[in-house]
């Protein structure tokens, strides 16, 4: 199935556009799942569960202000502004609720700290490679919150992003001003929705030890780490996290679809 793109405009201080993936099965949808990309990303870095979920559910990926092919307004990239966006969104693309939502590094504040305030919203929510608090390497955040003119930072660009979805002002402002000073400890215990959690065996970025730390404070929650990934598992293992998620919301693998996927053995290195 073509994963075809949308505008959907939301409404601020100021309008922004946002470019949306929206696709359904053919036959009627067990629900709807939606997933948030993190700093730098986009709605591709989905789409090995976009195109898996797709066949039994109503997906939709969307490129946060800023990144990919949505509008990039000159804002002040806070939380608020994100769950603003994201609300509306909801809201304009009549998402059927309650809804499983998925989040990826820096979407998972936003996906904390809007299921925490409505948790009659959200059926099930997956946590990937994210943490109530999140940092870089001390000489990367160093660089980040230091006054450097733009034209500076992007001849650091190479370095510091080298596959980036966005502009560096952007970056500069989601990070430095938004993701670095969050602390969304005090939330976890709040959340009473089923939670899973996964992580990469080898991501810096949030290691398994703050994993641990989060699911011991979430009642109820599961964590998976996926062996071998780093802070991109849902591209870098993605057949392990789509099993994962299916046995988190309740999808069962036939006996041949186990057993003969090609793709499962290859990634097992069983071919």
Same mark, same amino acid.
């Given at each position: 199935?073509?994963?075809?793109?949308?505008?959907?405009?939301?409404?601020?201080?100021?309008?922004?556009?946002?470019?949306?993936?929206?696709?359904?099965?053919?036959?009627?949808?067990?629900?709807?799942?939606?997933?948030?990309?993190?700093?730098?990303?986009?709605?591709?870095?989905?789409?090995?569960?976009?195109?898996?979920?797709?066949?039994?559910?109503?997906?939709?990926?969307?490129?946060?202000?800023?990144?990919?092919?949505?509008?990039?307004?000159?804002?002040?990239?806070?939380?608020?502004?994100?769950?603003?966006?994201?609300?509306?969104?909801?809201?304009?693309?009549?998402?059927?609720?309650?809804?499983?939502?998925?989040?990826?590094?820096?979407?998972?504040?936003?996906?904390?700290?809007?299921?925490?305030?409505?948790?009659?919203?959200?059926?099930?929510?997956?946590?990937?490679?994210?943490?109530?608090?999140?940092?870089?390497?001390?000489?990367?955040?160093?660089?980040?919150?230091?006054?450097?003119?733009?034209?500076?930072?992007?001849?650091?660009?190479?370095?510091?992003?080298?596959?980036?979805?966005?502009?560096?002002?952007?970056?500069?402002?989601?990070?430095?001003?938004?993701?670095?000073?969050?602390?969304?400890?005090?939330?976890?215990? +709040?959340?009473?929705?089923?939670?899973?959690?996964?992580?990469?065996?080898?991501?810096?970025?949030?290691?398994?030890?703050?994993? +641990?730390?989060?699911?011991?404070?979430?009642?109820?929650?599961?964590?998976?780490?996926?062996?071998?990934?780093?802070?991109?598992?849902?591209?870098?293992?993605?057949?392990?996290?789509?099993?994962?998620?299916?046995?988190?919301?309740?999808?069962?693998?036939?006996?041949?679809?186990?057993?003969?996927?090609?793709?499962?053995?290859?990634?097992?290195?069983?071919?």
């Amino acid at each position: 199935m073509e994963l075809t793109r949308t505008i959907v405009t939301v409404a601020g201080s100021a309008p922004v556009r946002l470019s949306v993936i929206d696709a359904a099965p053919v036959e009627a949808a067990q629900g709807t799942m939606v997933f948030i990309h993190g700093a730098g990303g986009c709605a591709e870095q989905w789409l090995p569960q976009l195109t898996r979920f797709v066949r039994n559910y109503r997906v939709i990926a969307f490129d946060l202000r800023g990144h990919g092919q949505s509008e990039a307004p000159r804002s002040a990239y806070t939380l608020e502004e994100f769950l603003w966006d994201f609300t509306q969104l909801l809201d304009r693309l009549q998402v059927r609720e309650p809804f499983i939502l998925a989040a990826h590094s820096f979407g998972g504040p936003i996906a904390l700290t809007f299921t925490a305030a409505q948790p009659q919203r959200v059926a099930r929510l997956a946590l990937l490679a994210t943490a109530p608090e999140i940092h870089l390497h001390p000489v990367l955040e160093m660089a980040l919150k230091l006054p450097i003119p733009l034209t500076a930072l992007e001849r650091l660009r190479p370095v510091l992003a080298p596959k980036l979805h966005a502009p560096l002002f952007v970056i500069k402002r989601v990070l430095a001003g938004t993701l670095f000073p969050w602390r969304g400890w005090d939330l976890l215990p +709040q959340i009473t929705t089923p939670t899973l959690i996964i992580g990469g065996q080898f991501d810096f970025i949030v290691p398994p030890s703050v994993l +641990q730390r989060m699911h011991r404070m979430m009642p109820g929650s599961r964590l998976e780490i996926i062996r071998y990934a780093r802070h991109l598992p849902q591209l870098e293992r993605p057949q392990a996290v789509n099993r994962a998620i299916e046995h988190f919301i309740g999808i069962r693998r036939s006996w041949r679809g186990e057993v003969e996927d090609d793709d499962i053995l290859r990634e097992e290195g069983l071919l």
